[in-house]
């Protein structure tokens, strides 16, 4: 990582365009390396008013894609890593969306991990949306269903996390029109 970025001026030259063509609508950017929030202190100052730093969050990875038969926990430390990660991505003087984050439905503690997640979030101001890549192709549904909240560890049951996410949605005020 260094101070300079291609994608850092790509991204600024397009969003000087958006916003030269629409003065009101947000500009969402993402930092290099999939949204990952330690990527955006490349990015620099917003490059234009009304930007929105997309993010990501898949941290501590060996957790968040663990095999079925895995039986990694998360460790006391990570939500202090996690809150580091929001702090440093809110001084980037922008609003702030966790646009993707999620672990394998079958993690240990599963709601635990949504429920610190959505918690820190909300408390800094940072909006969230949990991972979850719906397709129309029932084949690849079978064969990859790590992230389907809507099942449980067995593959039947409702998953551990969908009560936390329905709860703090439902806490949810703003809904789009």
């Excluded at 947000?26 to 390396?33: E, K, N, T």
């Excluded at 980037?92 to 429920?115: C, H, K, M, S, V």
């Excluded at 039947?156 to 949605?169: D, F, H, Q, S, T």
Aim: glycine share 10%; with cysteine; aromatic share 10%.
């Amino acid at each position: 990582v260094g101070p300079v970025s291609d994608w850092r001026l790509i991204a600024a030259a397009w969003a000087r365009q958006v916003r030269a063509a629409a003065p009101d609508l947000p500009v969402l950017i993402s930092p290099p390396a999939f949204g990952r929030t330690d990527f955006l202190p490349v990015m620099g100052a917003p490059p234009v008013p009304g930007t929105v730093w997309c993010v990501h969050d898949y941290e501590p990875r060996g957790y968040t894609h663990q095999a079925k038969d895995g039986k990694i926990a998360l460790s006391e430390d990570d939500a202090g890593v996690f809150a580091s990660r929001l702090a440093s991505a809110k001084r980037q003087r922008a609003p702030l969306f966790l646009g993707e984050f999620g672990a394998a439905r079958w993690a240990t503690e599963i709601d635990n991990y949504y429920g610190a997640r959505i918690a820190m979030c909300e408390g800094e101001g940072a909006t969230w949306a949990a991972f979850r890549w719906p397709t129309a192709d029932g084949d690849y549904e079978a064969r990859d269903d790590t992230f389907n909240l809507t099942i449980g560890p067995d593959g039947k049951a409702r998953g551990a996390a969908l009560p936390i996410l329905r709860e703090a949605w439902a806490n949810n005020e703003a809904r789009p029109v």
